[in-house]
């Protein structure tokens, strides 16, 4: 069962990256870029969690940790950059 | 995989190459970190290219060749220590220059010398 | 029986994620796409992580660790879904609903 | 060793008599006295050696193993020249003392001429040829020193840098034909050389070898076309001119014709080079020398027709040719030094030296003006002086050589005709210098020098006549002694007198003084000639041409390759090495790609690379919107590192993951002072060019990739694998690898990174950036520095983000994670405070010292190597082992984790010193305009 | 061996790491302490080059193996007779470079002595390393130091200067991890040694691949030894930066030079099999182009240390021209010529700064100025360097020349390497006269007031004069070692055993 | 003891997460989970707010089932509206008038909005009176204010205001 359900969960997360990259590529405006690469993280979050499964190694388990703050550090830097230009002040 | 993995590396040369090759101090750094992705991925990828089987020894039969994924992590430490610097490098020439061009100058004429 | 939980846990998170992102590209201003991804995708993801510790706990040891990304992300989420909504309003990014006063936060005297 | 210190005297003497100066202006000219005698006393006890027909040789090793050796000669020929040197010289230190006035510097001025000296007697004693050379050149740097001595004037500096670039030239030739007579020979010592003539003459190298030699011989002796310099150097205080072109610079190039001589001559090759070259320096001296109105040109365009004499003499290659030269050599020495110090005394006395000022001297100066007379009638070759006697010599060698060769009596015509025209100008010095009428608009008015100054004159001129009355008795001895030395050969028949019965060489001399009295005569239409046609043509002219083009074609290429362009050349280095990568290639017959089996594609790679692919078009696409091309980065850096998770290398993925995003934090503190946006490039021109250079760059590294990647191959690796666990007692290779088996790399590493943080810091230290007030759509900042809400929760995420760092860190060594990625994550967690509180807030808590942290870190991974020294390893060696303890069990402790922990140390206070210094831009510019 | 004799190889580059790290801890200490650190701990790197001379003088070639791990799979340190001549050359130039720098130039900016230790870290690292990414590695340290000691002090042109060079280089070390990446990917392997092994067992199908690899290095280190067409980073950045770095950078072209001999005569030397004489036909060319454009440049200088930049580039045309000789008595000349350049281009930047400073706004420009006040000693050693410079007697580069034209006579390139180095020669000595006229001669009288140079000012240029003195006073031992360092770089299988411990 | 032990909750609760980061649950990495939930705060005790008060612990737990409960809810419905035709939604910004004072309690309470249905915390006002919250689809704002209040800010209220 597990190996019909992982390519379809697979597909449908793929779909869900390519999603998030067409909003980031496709704009309009900055937050919404910026709302596309958060999701990206996001969405590689679950890639990798899915690979992890798939896989059988739960090696990737740190990755997806990292992945997870960085990408909110990353939006928040982002943000905080439209906000204030400034981003440590 | 490997045919996708070099077109990879290519295209991420190609921009690299692009953008360091432009006037303003920005698109260089751009540009150089475009190429220490490219590299880092093309000394990584001469350890040939090998899936679910990362350099920790446990009861697994086989494993990737660990050496180039040390010189990467090498190497990427000291390419983002050069980034860093030549990013403060560019804000002191902005400083210094008067504007963000490499050569301290405005116009893409005079930078056409 | 635990396949089909795992199955099932499994489906769920890969189409919440689907589904936020999907809302993500679908919509049509800034405050609506904000919805998905904020609220779809974590819970996806949420559901894959707890299938991945329910998988890993069967094979051998328990594995709880995934529940740190899961509590991760729900703390973080709201966070970035906040930042981006008020940076969205301070650049008055396009709106289908009218939008408030960036200081005070109350609506617009036209509506 | 007494040859070694004669020549080392005036060297050492340079430096005391520099010192001596100090004492008083007199003490310098006793000093440089001093010196001249010491080296004389040092050559005195060698002196009877050449005449007893024994050549002294004396040898000390420098380099023996290239052949160059301190290696000292005096035979006839070195002995007849130091003694010129010298004894001229000692006559130059007495002149000089009177000469230089209160103005010049006495230290400056004979400390120079002990230069020179040391450097000419160099050369004449060398039985080493490169070190000849070595003397040679020292000449040329000692003689810019006095020609350039009145470094005010123009003229003289001018004067100084010619000879220096003509004798330079002949210099760097003449290394070569050195070099190519060594080859020839063996050996670069004389001794050799004499005994290899017929071997060096009859060798393939044999022309370029003697092009090269003449090269040096003929810029030295200001042979035509390359004698200009000479008068130019005129510039120098007379002394100088005395001394260095009548009995040593110039006759530097003389003495070498005569020295080789004995290996070069003989051969159809030297006799028309040389003696061509010498017969056109003889005309054109001769014929120059009658138009100048400076008493120096003249004398100095006289010097060079002598020397094309001497040059000629030797040229002849006979016997008595080469005698007739050595003889010339000694006289042109006594009557030109003595000239050129008359021509100085009067200049001194009467302030120019402008002949067609100075007019009747003789009721002024009438003892000088005999003296002159005298040495004036030697350098015409008139009877009973000592010119008249080898100008007879050369004149019947003439005559002999013409009647043996083509051309019949042409060169005896040529000759006669350069006699008469010295004739000429010797009448012309004494009559329109001391008769003449009356002087014109003179600077001072002439008297007759002090009595010491007239004393090195008057010594010289009674050699003259001494010479010239009583050859046989006064000179005959070292002429013969010297031609010995010449020709290292047995002396040819000759006869030392002043009547040889009538023959073609009398006939010569009285019609050379006939002729030369009637050129005198008529001299005023062809003056008028002269200076109405031929004073444009100047060889000077053409030297200036040639400097003034190699200026502007080395400035020309200079600016053209360098523009200070970076893109110029960033562009240069890429196509450098896509040439050099694409070289091996080209007629090849390696494949490109290999045969070894890949991995099959899966549709996720491919929208992952897909997505990279599309992110790096767009970035490249969108640079100019910075803050997109920033976020479509992000993409390509997260794909690159889904890339390392997917080709099992989670260490790997996991520090791309951390540096990507403190790359964008710091990108986005540097993009707040840059432009937001940029302009359209008008070049298109260049954006094309680019762009295939970027794709020819791309192409060629995918291709590389590709021809890697299909190839199996050989590997180290296992060597980690196998030795990861009992050797370095981690079950992560790639960690172990990195604080183990490669730890010096880490090391290395981490310096690099505290490098960076520290040269940042020195960077940003007063640095002031213009902080934009509004963003780049023009709207104002947002009021809320610190969004509550973010402020509130990122704070609660600290101590979660710190116990993931200690995680990361801790595991390192036999999981994925390590000191680096600890470090960074430890660096971001501190950073995003940063973002949500700001500088000043975190300033109040946290002590804001990184540098201690970087130093303490370095600390400790160099110490933790440094620690293997005690137990008698090299640096670096780990050790580990199990611990165990009550309660909480069994646990490994590895050396590596201290340098681990170092390398986080590094990273954390690197980072931060990078992030938090950067961030502060803004904030000192706010505390500075407060501050106002 | 034991004690710390048994570490000797590894000294010079653990003592200015841990010099640099006390200093970094130190930062506040007063400034004379850091100074008695930074000097003491580069002068005492002066014995310990000396030392590895004396055990490299006999043909061992001392193997240090980092972490005690066997090569090739651990880093080894070489001490053989190349290696410690460049540490020699290098503690000479940083020795006297920084006594330079005490009469003030270190407090213009922060972390002068830090930056300098590390510095001297990365050069002697490079110098000593058997490993090729470790070289990479130290060739980072060395830049990212040379960056920060470049920038010292700040202003216009030496920002501008920095950002191209900073630049420029980091293009450069991308280039360095493509050449090494493929060559690990060919032969598995980074040990200098083990590479020459197996790249002379290259079969067919793989040798344009090792070849390109093998020049694209050649591309790295053509651009850190700034040949021809890749030398447009130095001139801007020699010129700007302040007197003692450049001092200390006399020695960063030569890092180059060295790679490039190391490399080559090891990896792709007369021995490597069908890899052999890899450079043969571009290293010629390329530095007798390097040397007459250098030359040119010398002539269009418009300032004294341009000049002096330039006049570096032409030393490294003729340096590399000598090693392009391939040949002992070749390989000697450029080892003999190239202590000589480095102390004089050093001594010559040293000087450039009292001589800029003795003629106020004028500076080192070419242009007439006023007369400066010290100008007999200036003056004097302006002579003497530029002596050693334009390659006349009786100084090194004299000798130098001699050698390298002596080595050529038996090579094919015989007419064009002497034409070059003959006619370039001659223009160096328009050149340095016409600068040496203009800056010492030409003068006017001034009423600005100009600062009378010290005897601080211009000691330590002396001091590195009287030592390119030596090189003559001693040429015969010291041709005599760069002989014997020749032929150990031509045999060197040596080298490989010493490294491999005769494993194959 | 309040010097030493600044946040004994957050020791604790740090242990716990220890634990679950390692994956084991061995003695030694209790001990070393205590260590470090010790030292970690205390490391960076200058950066942590003067302390959290929580009272009213059963408030919090059914406050936390509540949340989970309608994030799980306000998921399915966003998934919906996403599936849905854009065209027929009805966005709006929704002002909630805020009781909570201090920062934590306002800060979680925008957190749960955002995770909970179809609503985002957009601004806190500058005099923190309010909160501006989109909603993705509204059919009646007053109803939805009401429904914030009473389900989720005051049972924050209770847990962390009542000291
Ligand atoms: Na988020
Ligand atoms: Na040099």
């Known amino acids: 069962m597990l190996n019909t359900v992982i390519p379809i969960a697979y597909a449908l997360v793929a779909f869900a990256f390519l999603f998030s990259f067409f909003r980031l590529i496709v704009g309009p405006d900055a937050p919404d870029r910026i709302l596309g690469l958060d999701t990206l993280y996001v969405n590689t979050v679950a890639l990798l969690v899915l690979l992890g499964i798939d896989l059988g190694n739960p090696i990737y388990f740190e990755a997806a940790l990292l992945i997870a703050m960085m990408g909110f550090v990353g939006t928040v830097a982002l943000c905080k950059y439209l906000l204030r230009g400034d981003i440590i002040e | 995989m490997e045919a996708l993995i070099a077109l990879v590396i290519g295209v991420l040369t190609a921009s690299g190459v692009f953008l360091a090759l432009r006037g303003q101090t920005f698109p260089v750094v751009l540009g150089l970190t475009f190429l220490s992705y490219a590299v880092n991925l093309f000394l990584f990828v001469m350890g040939r290219l090998a899936i679910g089987v990362p350099p920790v020894i446990s009861d697994a039969a086989a494993y990737t060749d660990p050496l180039p994924q040390a010189l990467v992590l090498t190497a990427i430490v000291i390419s983002f220590g050069m980034t860093a610097f030549v990013i403060v490098l560019a804000l002191k020439a902005r400083a210094e220059l008067g504007n963000d061009h490499v050569d301290g100058m405005h116009s893409d004429e005079d930078a056409a010398r | 029986m635990l396949e089909f939980l795992l199955s099932a846990l499994i489906l769920t998170g890969a189409a919440f994620t689907f589904i936020g992102s999907l809302g993500l590209a679908r919509f049509r201003d800034f405050y609506t796409r904000l919805h998905g991804p904020t609220k779809a995708t974590t819970l996806g993801v949420g559901c894959l992580l707890i299938a991945s510790s329910i998988h890993f706990s069967v094979d051998g040891d328990l594995s709880l660790h995934e529940v740190l990304v899961t509590l991760f992300l729900f703390m973080t989420a709201p966070v970035s879904a906040h930042l981006l909504a008020k940076a969205a309003l301070h650049i008055k990014a396009k709106s289908l609903a009218p939008t408030p006063d960036e200081g005070s936060g109350q609506p617009p005297h036209s509506s | 060793m007494t040859l070694f210190f004669a020549v080392l005297t005036p060297f050492v003497g340079a430096a005391l008599v520099a010192l001596a100066s100090r004492l008083g202006r007199s003490y310098s000219a006793w000093a440089a006295g001093a010196v001249t005698l010491a080296a004389l006393l040092w050559l005195a006890p060698s002196f009877p050696l050449p005449f007893a027909g024994t050549t002294l040789i004396q040898q000390h090793d420098w380099m023996p193993a290239l052949g160059l050796n301190l290696a000292f000669r005096l035979d006839g020929l070195a002995l007849l020249f130091a003694g010129m040197i010298l004894g ?219 020397l094309g004499l001497i040059t000629l003499l030797f040229g002849l290659s006979t016997p008595l040719a080469a005698v007739a030269g050595v003889f010339h050599i000694i006289n042109h020495a006594t009557f030109k030094a003595s000239l050129f110090m008359a021509a100085g005394i009067i200049d001194h006395e009467a302030g120019t030296r402008d002949m067609r000022r100075l007019n ?91 009595r010491w100054m007239k004393v090195p004159v008057e010594i010289l001129v009674v050699l003259c006549l001494v010479v010239g009355i009583a050859p046989a008795l006064t000179v005959a001895p070292l002429l013969a002694v010297g031609a010995a030395g010449t020709l290292q050969a047995p002396l040819p028949e000759y006869h030392l007198a002043l009547w040889h019965g009538f023959n073609p060489a009398l006939a010569m001399s009285l019609i050379a003084l006939a002729g030369g009295a009637t050129i005198y005569a008529l001299r005023r239409p062809l003056f008028a000639l002269q200076e109405r046609y031929l004073d444009r043509l100047d060889a000077r002219v053409v030297y200036n041409a040639l400097l003034d083009a190699l200026f502007a074609l080395s400035q020309w290429i200079t600016r053209t390759l360098d523009t200070g362009s970076l893109q110029r050349q960033v562009f240069f280095f890429l196509v450098a090495a896509l040439l050099l990568g694409l070289a091996p290639w080209f007629g090849s017959a390696t494949p490109l790609a290999g045969n070894r089996q890949g991995l099959p594609l899966d549709p996720v790679s491919l929208l992952a690379g897909f997505t990279l692919i599309v992110a ?317 | 061996m034991n004690g710390l004799a048994m570490h000797l190889p590894i000294l010079p580059v653990l003592l200015p790491l841990v010099a640099g790290i006390v200093l970094l801890t130190l930062r506040s200490a007063p400034l004379a302490a850091q100074r008695g650190i930074s000097l003491a701990a580069t002068a005492a790197l002066v014995p310990l080059a000396l030392a590895l001379l004396a055990t490299a003088s006999d043909g061992t070639q001392l193997v240090y193996k980092l972490g005690n791990w066997d090569a090739p799979y651990g880093i080894v340190l070489v001490a053989d007779r190349l290696a410690a001549w460049m540490l020699m050359a290098t503690a000479l130039v940083a020795l006297f470079a920084l006594l330079h720098a005490l009469r003030g130039d270190d407090v213009k900016g922060r972390h002068f002595h830090v930056l300098y230790q590390l510095q001297l870290f990365g050069l002697n690292g490079a110098f000593l390393t058997g490993d090729l990414f470790n070289l990479f590695v130290f060739f980072e340290i060395l830049l990212l130091a040379s960056y920060g000691l470049l920038l010292h002090g700040g202003g216009r042109l030496r920002v501008k200067a920095g950002l191209h060079f900073v630049v420029i280089n980091l293009v450069g070390s991308t280039l360095f991890l493509f050449a090494v990446g493929t060559l690990y990917g060919v032969t598995g392997t980074l040990n200098m040694a083990d590479l020459a092994v197996k790249l002379a067992r290259t079969v067919p199908e793989n040798l344009a691949l090792v070849e390109a690899a093998g020049l694209l290095l050649f591309g790295v280190f053509a651009l850190k030894a700034a040949l021809l067409p890749l030398h447009l980073w130095l001139p801007a950045a020699y010129a700007h930066t302040s007197a003692p770095v450049a001092a200390l950078f006399a020695i960063m072209t030569k890092v180059g030079a060295y790679s490039i001999l190391r490399v080559y005569s090891l990896m792709f030397g007369a021995d490597a099999g069908a890899v052999a004489n890899l450079l043969a036909d571009w290293l010629m060319p390329l530095a007798l182009v390097t040397l007459v454009a250098g030359m040119l440049g010398a002539v269009a200088a418009t300032a004294l240390r341009q000049q002096i930049a330039y006049l570096v580039i032409a030393s490294v045309g003729t340096l590399l021209a000598a090693f392009a000789l391939d040949s002992v008595d070749g390989l000697a000349a450029g080892l ?154 031509l045999e060197p299988q040596a080298y490989i055993d010493a490294v491999l411990g005769g494993r194959p | 003891m309040k010097r030493l032990l600044p946040h004994p909750l957050l020791t604790l609760t740090l242990a716990v997460l220890w634990l679950l980061l390692v994956n084991t649950f061995s003695a030694g990495h209790m001990v070393l989970g205590l260590l470090l939930g010790w030292l970690i705060p205390f490391a960076t005790r200058s950066l942590w707010p003067q302390s959290v008060c929580i009272r009213n612990v059963p408030v919090l737990l059914r406050y936390l089932v509540v949340v989970m409960h309608d994030i799980v809810v306000g998921s399915f419905r966003v998934a919906r509206l996403i599936l849905g035709r854009p065209s027929s939604l009805r966005p709006a910004f929704i002002t909630v008038p805020l009781e909570l004072k201090t920062d934590l309690a306002i800060s979680l309470l925008a957190n749960t909005i955002s995770l909970t249905p179809g609503t985002v915390s957009v601004l806190v006002s500058d005099d923190r009176r309010t909160l501006t919250v989109h909603s993705l689809d509204t059919e009646d704002a007053a109803a939805m204010v009401a429904e914030i209040k009473h389900r989720y800010e005051a049972p924050l209220k209770a847990i962390f205001e009542s000291c």
């Open chain 4, 88 to 306: 001229i010289g000692l006559l130059i230190v007495l002149y000089a003392r009177y000469y230089l006035s209160e103005r010049d510097s006495m230290g400056r001025f004979y400390s120079y001429l002990m230069l020179f000296m040391g450097s000419m007697l160099g050369i004449v004693l060398s039985e080493n040829l490169i070190q000849l050379l070595v003397f040679w050149e020292l000449t040329s740097l000692s003689s810019f020193l006095l020609i350039s001595y009145w470094q005010h004037r123009e003229e003289a500096r001018h004067g100084a840098r010619m000879a220096l670039a003509v004798t330079g030239l002949g210099g760097f030739a003449m290394l070569g034909g050195f070099l190519l007579l060594g080859h020839i020979v063996g050996s670069y010592e004389l001794s050799d050389v004499f005994a290899s003539g017929d071997l060096i003459r009859e060798h393939p190298l044999y022309v370029p070898t003697l092009v090269l030699i003449l090269l040096g011989v003929f810029t030295k002796s200001a042979q035509f076309p390359f004698h200009f310099w000479l008068p130019h150097a005129m510039a120098a205080p007379t002394p100088v001119s005395a001394y260095l072109h009548s009995a040593t610079m110039v006759k530097a190039g003389v003495f070498l014709l005569a020295r080789l001589y004995p290996a070069l001559s003989g051969t159809p090759e030297w006799f028309w080079l040389v003696s061509g070259a010498g017969l056109a320096t003889l005309l054109l001296g001769a014929y120059v020398a009658l138009f100048k109105h400076d008493l120096k040109g003249l004398l100095a365009y006289s010097t060079i027709s002598h």
């Open chain 4, 360 to 450: 009747g001297l003789w009721t002024f100066m009438p003892y000088t003006a005999t003296l002159a007379m005298v040495a004036a009638a030697a350098m015409a070759g008139v009877p009973l002086l000592n010119g008249f006697l080898s100008k007879e010599m050369f004149f019947a060698e003439a005559a002999h050589i013409s009647a043996d060769h083509l051309g019949g009596w042409t060169l005896a015509a040529l000759v006669t005709l350069a006699g008469a025209l010295a004739v000429a100008y010797s009448i012309r010095f004494i009559h329109e210098v001391f008769f003449n009428g009356e002087p014109t608009d003179l600077p001072r008015t002439p008297h007759e020098p002090p």
């Open chain 4, 616 to 932: 790096s078009l767009a970035t490249v696409w969108l640079h100019r919107q910075r803050l997109v091309a920033l976020i479509t980065i992000g993409v390509v850096g997260l794909v690159v590192s889904l890339a390392f998770v997917k080709f099992s290398a989670p260490d790997l993925a996991l520090t791309q993951l951390s540096v990507e995003i403190v790359t964008i934090v710091l990108l986005l503190l540097a993009l707040y002072f840059l432009p937001q946006h940029a302009a359209r490039e008008r070049n298109l021109g260049r954006v094309w060019r680019d762009g295939a250079i970027a794709l020819v760059a791309g192409s060629g590294t995918a291709l590389l990739a590709w021809a890697v990647l299909t190839r199996p191959y050989d590997t180290i690796a296992g060597y980690f694998l196998d030795n990861s666990v009992p050797g370095g007692g981690g079950t992560n290779v790639v960690n172990v690898i990195l604080v183990d088996f490669r730890g010096y790399d880490t090391l290395g590493e981490i310096t690099v990174l505290a490098l960076a943080g520290l040269g940042i810091y020195a960077l940003l230290e007063n640095l002031r950036l213009d902080a934009p007030d509004r963003d780049a759509a023009g709207r104002a900042w947002n009021r809320d520095p610190y969004p509550l809400i973010m402020a509130t929760l990122t704070q609660l995420l600290l101590p979660l983000a710190l116990l993931v760092a200690v995680f990361i860190l801790l595991r390192g060594h036999n999981q994925p994670g390590g000191g680096f990625i600890a470090g960074l994550v430890t660096a971001v967690a501190l950073i995003v405070q940063y973002l949500a509180h700001g500088s000043a807030h975190m300033r109040e808590r946290l002590s804001g010292a990184t540098q201690p942290v970087i130093a303490a870190g370095l600390a400790l991974a160099t110490f933790t190597g440094l620690a293997s020294w005690a137990f008698e390893h090299p640096f670096l060696t780990s050790t580990f082992g199990h611990m165990h303890w009550p309660v909480v069990g069994d646990f490994e402790l590895a050396s590596a984790m201290a340098f681990d922990l170092g390398v986080f140390l590094v990273v954390v206070g690197a980072t931060l010193l990078i992030l938090v210094n950067l961030g502060a831009l803004h904030d000192s510019r706010i505390a500075r305009k407060a501050h106002r």
């Open chain 5, 336 to 489: 003999y010529y190239l202590p000589h350049t480095t102390l004089a281009t050093a001594a010559m930047f040293l000087l450039a700064d009292p001589i800029g400073r003795a003629r106020g706004e004028r500076a080192d420009r070419f242009e007439p100025g006023p007369a400066m006040p010290g100008a007999p000693i200036l003056g004097g050693l302006f002579f003497a360097a530029a002596i050693a410079m334009a390659g006349l007697p009786p100084l090194s580069g004299f000798l130098g020349k001699f050698m390298l034209l002596r080595a050529a006579l038996e090579s094919p390139w015989l007419t064009w390497l002497w034409s070059a180095v003959l006619a370039t020669g001659l223009i160096g000595v328009i050149a340095l006269a016409r600068s040496g006229s203009l800056l010492f001669y030409r003068t006017h009288s001034t009423t600005e007031k100009l600062p009378a140079p010290g005897t601080a000012d211009w000691l330590p240029a002396a001091g590195l004069l009287l030592l390119g003195f030596g090189l003559v006073l001693w040429a015969g031992p010291v041709s005599d070692y760069a002989t014997a360092t020749a032929a150990q770089l």
